[in-house]
């Protein structure tokens, strides 16, 4: 065969220019319309797609919850939360991370610990921009910048932004004091305070400097903390160390 010679493509063949190609070629997209919020609720006007959701919906403002769990006899509003809430009684795990194995009763919990492998942070503050993996953490942190403290002791009224720190300040006025000193018998409320007070009579000092000013602490996560004092404004901070 002649090198030189033209081949033709056969009659018929071209694609013309703008022409669509045959129906059996074309991949097309089906484009899923969002579902139109057209129940509207008569209560706080929050809007929904479905009559179903709009009914489990009401519930919120009616108070009512039908769904009971045989066990411990707990009441939901719907029967989603109530089954999810029987897996605390059968210790069922099914959602399980492939990264580490960890096991989770609910899809929440293993959305949130995902984000520890990710590294994935949604949320965060308009204030300061710290970035949280849980909305619930950025709702506690945010109580840093508000002031907020709504746990309270009852005792001497002293209010914790936190409630875990609330229980630990009620030692104080506990006379319960799991932490004996078996040198010299004092006796102390915190495991931080009892570690401290042995350092009196072990000679030892805390391993973590702070070269700022030189103040020294038994672990990095107290000195990392202590450091923001250092790096931002004092009223951002208070509560942090409660």
């Excluded at 009659?11 to 991949?27: L, R």
């Excluded at 039908?66 to 959602?95: A, G, I, Q, W």
């Excluded at 002791?153 to 004091?177: I, K, Y």
């Amino acid at each position: 065969m002649d090198p030189n010679m033209d081949l033709k493509e056969p009659e018929g063949s071209e694609v013309k220019e703008n022409q669509e190609a045959p129906e059996t070629f074309q991949i097309k997209e089906e484009q899923n319309e969002p579902e139109k919020l057209s129940l509207k609720c008569d209560v706080c006007g929050k809007l929904f797609s479905r009559a179903s959701n709009l009914h489990s919906h009401s519930r919120v403002h009616t108070g009512e919850k039908p769904y009971s769990c045989k066990v411990c006899k707990k009441t939901f509003r719907d029967k989603y939360n109530m089954l999810s809430h029987m897996r605390t009684h059968t210790d069922e795990k099914p959602f399980s991370c492939k990264t580490c194995g960890r096991n989770f009763r609910f899809r929440s919990s293993f959305t949130v610990h995902m984000r520890t492998h990710t590294g994935e942070r949604p949320y965060f503050c308009q204030t300061c921009g710290k970035m949280f993996p849980e909305l619930q953490s950025l709702k506690k942190h945010m109580m840093i910048h508000t002031g907020e403290k709504p746990h309270s002791c009852r005792t001497c009224e002293r209010g914790f932004s936190n409630r875990s720190h609330l229980v630990r300040h009620m030692q104080v006025h506990s006379a319960d004091r799991p932490y004996q000193c078996q040198t010299c018998g004092k006796g102390y409320g915190y495991s931080s305070h009892f570690r401290r007070h042995m350092m009196s009579h072990t000679g030892e000092r805390p391993p973590h400097t702070c070269n700022t000013c030189g103040k020294r602490f038994r672990k990095t996560s107290e000195l990392r903390r202590h450091l923001k004092t250092h790096m931002a404004p004092k009223h951002l901070l208070e509560g942090i160390n409660r």
